[in-house]
Protein backbone atom coordinates (compact mmCIF):
# COMPACT_ATOMS: atom_id res chain seq x y z
CA UNK A 1 0.00 0.00 0.00
CA UNK A 2 2.67 2.37 1.03
CA UNK A 3 4.62 1.43 -2.49
CA UNK A 4 1.07 2.66 -4.33
CA UNK A 5 1.19 5.97 -2.70
CA UNK A 6 5.35 6.48 -3.72
CA UNK A 7 4.09 5.84 -7.50
CA UNK A 8 1.39 8.08 -7.64
CA UNK A 9 3.25 10.89 -5.96
CA UNK A 10 5.32 11.10 -8.62
CA UNK A 11 3.31 11.88 -11.74
CA UNK A 12 5.92 13.22 -14.20
CA UNK A 13 6.92 9.68 -14.60
CA UNK A 14 5.96 6.95 -17.06
CA UNK A 15 5.68 3.65 -17.56
CA UNK A 16 7.83 1.97 -20.52
CA UNK A 17 5.94 -0.83 -21.14
CA UNK A 18 5.08 -2.21 -24.60
CA UNK A 19 1.77 -0.19 -25.90
CA UNK A 20 2.09 2.42 -23.39
CA UNK A 21 2.45 6.30 -23.80
CA UNK A 22 5.73 7.65 -23.42
CA UNK A 23 5.63 11.72 -23.37
CA UNK A 24 2.43 11.20 -25.76
CA UNK A 25 4.11 8.82 -27.90
CA UNK A 26 3.83 5.37 -29.01
CA UNK A 27 6.60 3.04 -27.37
CA UNK A 28 6.25 0.02 -29.06
CA UNK A 29 6.91 -1.98 -32.57
CA UNK A 30 5.33 0.92 -34.90
CA UNK A 31 6.37 3.77 -32.85
CA UNK A 32 9.31 6.39 -34.38
CA UNK A 33 10.72 6.35 -30.62
CA UNK A 34 12.78 4.28 -28.51
CA UNK A 35 13.06 4.83 -24.60
CA UNK A 36 16.52 4.52 -22.68
CA UNK A 37 17.20 5.47 -19.13
CA UNK A 38 19.63 7.97 -18.23
CA UNK A 39 20.26 9.44 -14.59
CA UNK A 40 16.60 7.59 -13.95
CA UNK A 41 15.05 9.45 -16.77
CA UNK A 42 13.01 8.01 -19.80
CA UNK A 43 14.97 9.98 -22.78
CA UNK A 44 13.44 9.68 -26.62
CA UNK A 45 16.12 8.92 -29.16
CA UNK A 46 15.21 8.85 -33.24
CA UNK A 47 15.87 4.75 -34.57
CA UNK A 48 17.28 6.05 -37.86
CA UNK A 49 19.77 8.84 -38.87
CA UNK A 50 16.90 10.09 -41.07
CA UNK A 51 14.60 10.84 -37.98
CA UNK A 52 17.48 12.14 -36.22
CA UNK A 53 18.23 14.49 -39.34
CA UNK A 54 14.93 15.86 -39.19
CA UNK A 55 14.81 16.54 -35.30
CA UNK A 56 17.80 18.72 -35.59
CA UNK A 57 17.18 22.49 -36.17
CA UNK A 58 17.30 23.70 -39.50
CA UNK A 59 18.79 27.19 -40.67
CA UNK A 60 15.75 28.40 -42.35
CA UNK A 61 13.75 27.05 -38.66
CA UNK A 62 14.89 30.17 -38.10
CA UNK A 63 12.70 33.22 -38.05
CA UNK A 64 14.23 36.76 -38.29
CA UNK A 65 12.16 39.24 -35.97
CA UNK A 66 9.56 41.69 -37.83
CA UNK A 67 11.63 44.60 -39.27
CA UNK A 68 14.68 43.64 -38.70
CA UNK A 69 18.01 44.88 -39.97
CA UNK A 70 21.71 44.22 -39.39
CA UNK A 71 23.03 46.18 -36.64
CA UNK A 72 27.16 46.68 -36.13
CA UNK A 73 26.71 45.66 -32.62
CA UNK A 74 26.08 42.02 -33.59
CA UNK A 75 28.74 39.37 -34.49
CA UNK A 76 29.71 40.37 -38.08
CA UNK A 77 28.13 37.55 -40.69
CA UNK A 78 25.76 35.96 -37.65
CA UNK A 79 23.46 33.32 -38.68
CA UNK A 80 20.93 36.11 -38.19
CA UNK A 81 22.52 38.30 -40.75
CA UNK A 82 23.05 36.00 -43.90
CA UNK A 83 19.36 34.36 -43.21
CA UNK A 84 18.38 38.43 -44.00
CA UNK A 85 20.26 38.98 -46.14
CA UNK A 86 19.80 35.62 -48.30
CA UNK A 87 16.18 36.54 -48.21
CA UNK A 88 16.97 39.41 -49.38
CA UNK A 89 18.61 38.41 -52.65
CA UNK A 90 15.85 35.59 -53.10
CA UNK A 91 13.26 38.39 -53.03
CA UNK A 92 15.26 40.51 -55.36
CA UNK A 93 15.58 37.28 -57.89
CA UNK A 94 11.85 36.79 -57.45
CA UNK A 95 11.00 40.44 -58.84
CA UNK A 96 13.19 40.27 -61.49
CA UNK A 97 12.15 37.19 -62.75
CA UNK A 98 8.38 38.27 -62.28
CA UNK A 99 9.14 40.88 -64.44
CA UNK A 100 10.88 39.03 -67.02
CA UNK A 101 7.73 36.70 -67.46
CA UNK A 102 5.50 39.60 -67.33
CA UNK A 103 7.45 41.52 -70.13
CA UNK A 104 8.09 38.15 -72.40
CA UNK A 105 4.46 37.85 -71.80
CA UNK A 106 3.93 41.42 -72.96
CA UNK A 107 5.98 40.77 -75.89
CA UNK A 108 3.93 38.00 -77.24
CA UNK A 109 0.28 39.41 -76.60
CA UNK A 110 1.57 43.03 -78.44
CA UNK A 111 2.69 41.74 -81.56
CA UNK A 112 -0.07 44.25 -83.49
CA UNK A 113 1.27 46.12 -86.49
CA UNK A 114 1.01 49.90 -86.32
CA UNK A 115 0.22 51.09 -89.96
CA UNK A 116 1.96 54.97 -89.06
CA UNK A 117 5.40 54.85 -88.93
CA UNK A 118 6.26 57.27 -86.19
CA UNK A 119 4.08 54.58 -84.05
CA UNK A 120 5.77 51.62 -84.72
CA UNK A 121 9.64 53.32 -84.62
CA UNK A 122 8.11 54.54 -81.47
CA UNK A 123 7.12 51.04 -80.72
CA UNK A 124 10.57 49.68 -81.56
CA UNK A 125 12.32 51.79 -79.74
CA UNK A 126 10.14 50.94 -76.62
CA UNK A 127 10.88 47.45 -76.75
CA UNK A 128 14.61 47.46 -77.44
CA UNK A 129 14.50 49.53 -74.46
CA UNK A 130 13.04 47.17 -72.02
CA UNK A 131 14.58 44.38 -73.57
CA UNK A 132 18.26 45.93 -72.96
CA UNK A 133 16.81 46.24 -69.30
CA UNK A 134 15.74 42.50 -69.27
CA UNK A 135 19.26 41.94 -70.62
CA UNK A 136 20.83 44.08 -67.18
CA UNK A 137 18.61 42.19 -65.05
CA UNK A 138 19.67 38.79 -66.58
CA UNK A 139 23.35 39.44 -65.77
CA UNK A 140 22.15 40.83 -62.80
CA UNK A 141 19.95 37.19 -61.51
CA UNK A 142 23.74 35.82 -62.49
CA UNK A 143 25.21 38.47 -59.53
CA UNK A 144 22.28 37.65 -57.31
CA UNK A 145 23.18 33.30 -57.74
CA UNK A 146 26.85 34.41 -57.16
CA UNK A 147 26.15 36.11 -53.95
CA UNK A 148 23.55 33.45 -52.57
CA UNK A 149 26.74 30.66 -53.53
CA UNK A 150 29.10 33.57 -51.12
CA UNK A 151 26.87 32.90 -48.83
CA UNK A 152 26.44 29.39 -48.37
CA UNK A 153 30.52 28.84 -48.46
CA UNK A 154 31.07 31.18 -45.78
CA UNK A 155 32.88 33.97 -47.87
CA UNK A 156 29.62 36.63 -48.26
CA UNK A 157 30.47 40.11 -46.68
CA UNK A 158 34.27 39.98 -47.08
CA UNK A 159 36.17 42.15 -49.53
CA UNK A 160 37.63 39.93 -52.68
CA UNK A 161 40.52 42.29 -52.89
CA UNK A 162 41.51 43.11 -48.97
CA UNK A 163 39.35 40.56 -47.40
CA UNK A 164 37.76 43.23 -45.24
CA UNK A 165 34.81 43.14 -43.97
CA UNK A 166 32.50 45.07 -46.07
CA UNK A 167 30.09 47.56 -44.24
CA UNK A 168 26.50 46.32 -43.40
CA UNK A 169 25.11 49.46 -44.56
CA UNK A 170 26.54 48.80 -47.96
CA UNK A 171 25.18 45.38 -48.29
CA UNK A 172 22.17 46.45 -47.34
CA UNK A 173 21.86 48.96 -50.59
CA UNK A 174 23.63 46.54 -52.67
CA UNK A 175 23.59 43.14 -51.03
CA UNK A 176 25.65 42.16 -54.25
CA UNK A 177 28.52 44.10 -53.32
CA UNK A 178 32.27 42.02 -53.81
CA UNK A 179 34.13 45.01 -52.99
CA UNK A 180 34.10 47.70 -49.65
CA UNK A 181 33.77 50.46 -50.66
CA UNK A 182 37.51 51.57 -50.39
CA UNK A 183 38.65 49.11 -52.75
CA UNK A 184 35.37 50.32 -54.84
CA UNK A 185 36.71 53.76 -55.33
CA UNK A 186 40.08 52.53 -55.94
CA UNK A 187 38.92 50.13 -58.51
CA UNK A 188 36.61 53.29 -60.11
CA UNK A 189 39.90 55.34 -60.10
CA UNK A 190 41.52 52.77 -62.28
CA UNK A 191 39.31 52.26 -64.73
CA UNK A 192 38.92 56.12 -65.19
CA UNK A 193 42.61 56.21 -65.46
CA UNK A 194 42.83 53.51 -68.28
CA UNK A 195 39.75 54.92 -70.07
CA UNK A 196 41.55 57.84 -70.47
CA UNK A 197 44.78 56.59 -72.19
Not at 37 to 49: H, V, Y
Not at 58 to 83: A, C, H, N, T
Not at 111 to 128: C, I, N, V, Y
Request: some cysteine.
Amino acid sequence: MASRKREKAKPGRKALSKGKLLNGRKNGANGSVTASKSNGRALAKPRTQAAAKRAEPRRSEIVLPVGYKPDEREPFMSQRQRIYFRNKLLTWKEEIVRQNRETLQGLHEDSSQHADLADRATFEADRALELRARDRQRKLINKIDSALARIEDGSYGFCEETGEPISLKRLDARPIATLSLEAQERHERRERVFRED
